[in-house]
């Protein structure tokens, strides 16, 4: 299929493929910000997308957890070499090798702990209590030993949050308020569904559900739960990026230990967050239909792709 000349017209062909709905921000250097949507804030009553609307941003939530990780191993407060038996005792004998896996292999998914959303049917019915989803896990064997490869696993998240928890003393997600959110003025941010005007969160759909299903909390806690507009995790994407987010030290820190983009998928919820340093744009895409087969976040990724071409051949 051609290349179309706009953004806009690319989200338009997007919903031709039975997305429901789908939001684009565009922040490259030397021009304004360009915010596009097309298709469906709300499917059942055809309220159309609103560039401006809240969204599940899924496991975009671990670059802000990152970061915090990074500003805490800066003040001394944790190190990276520590182990989760350090920091954790309780779950020693409960997590295979837990004197030998550290907070550095937590944070870069290279324990070899299982990730408890994999347990079969997780989703259909998942606990939202953190104790309970780590308790999927608990004397299980390990998937290979500490460090010897990388698997993605929403467990190590979930430990870094009772890590951060318990060196702070109160809720994590207020570090990363005071210490990211509130300097880089992101008003838009939010830790977990509770505290967002409902009808602000765009709908979300999954593929052979008819409602939408933005009401479930699925308890994601440090591995997914923060909600923001398109703009809001640009700003932040962008602040990662070139540092600005960062006092001194702490960058260096967060380079050695964890990326500078992800992607975000929980039923209802696709979200695309990357840099392009090449244009020196920050390009951020939502979608609010999804299925577990890979077929939505496969086009999801094509989608995104062309939209990557487009901005760089209007910057050529």
């Given at each position: 299929m051609p290349l179309p000349a706009t953004v806009q017209e690319q989200l338009e062909q997007a919903i031709?493929?039975?997305f429901d709905g789908i939001i684009v921000y565009v922040d490259q250097a030397g021009k304004p910000p360009a915010?596009?949507?097309?298709?469906?804030?709300?499917r059942e009553d055809k309220v159309p997308a609103d560039p401006q609307a809240l969204f599940k941003i899924g496991s975009i939530t671990k670059l802000y957890v990152a970061v915090a990780v990074a500003k805490l191993v800066n003040e001394g407060r944790l190190s990276l070499?520590?182990?989760?038996?350090?920091?954790?005792?309780?779950?020693a004998g409960r997590i295979e090798n837990s004197d030998k896996i550290s907070l550095r292999m937590l944070v870069q998914h290279r324990t070899g702990i299982p990730n408890f959303t994999d347990v079969p049917n997780?989703?259909?019915d998942p606990p939202i209590d953190?104790?309970?989803?780590?308790?999927?896990?608990?004397?299980?064997?390990?998937?290979?030993?500490?460090?010897?490869?990388?698997?993605?696993s929403n467990t190590n998240y979930l430990l870094i949050g009772k890590i951060l928890d318990k060196e702070l003393g109160y809720n994590n997600y207020e570090y990363i308020k005071e210490e990211i959110l509130i300097p880089l003025n992101l008003n838009h941010t939010f830790g977990s569904l509770d505290e967002v005007a409902i009808d602000e969160l765009m709908g979300g759909y999954y593929v052979g559900i008819e409602e939408d299903i933005k009401t479930v909390d699925y308890g994601l806690n440090s591995y997914g739960s923060m909600l923001a507009t398109a703009q809001d995790v640009a700003v932040f994407l962008r602040a990662l990026n070139e540092g600005s987010l960062f006092k001194e030290g702490e960058q260096a820190i967060y380079t050695s230990i964890y990326a500078s983009e992800h992607t975000g998928l929980i039923p209802g919820y696709q979200?695309?967050?990357?840099?392009h340093k090449e244009m020196d744009a920050v390009i951020i895409q939502f979608n609010n239909t999804t299925n577990f087969t890979?077929?939505?976040?496969?086009?999801?990724?094509?989608?995104?792709?062309?939209?990557?071409?487009?901005?760089?051949?209007?910057?050529s």
């Open positions: 031709l493929y039975d915010s596009y949507a097309a298709g469906w804030h709300n070499d520590a182990s989760l038996a350090d920091y954790l005792p309780e779950l997780f989703w259909v953190a104790d309970e989803q780590l308790r999927l896990v608990l004397d299980q064997p390990a998937d290979f030993a500490p460090d010897e490869e990388y698997r993605y979200s695309i967050a990357r840099y890979g077929y939505d976040w496969s086009l999801a990724e094509i989608i995104y792709s062309r939209i990557v071409k487009i901005v760089k051949k209007k910057s």
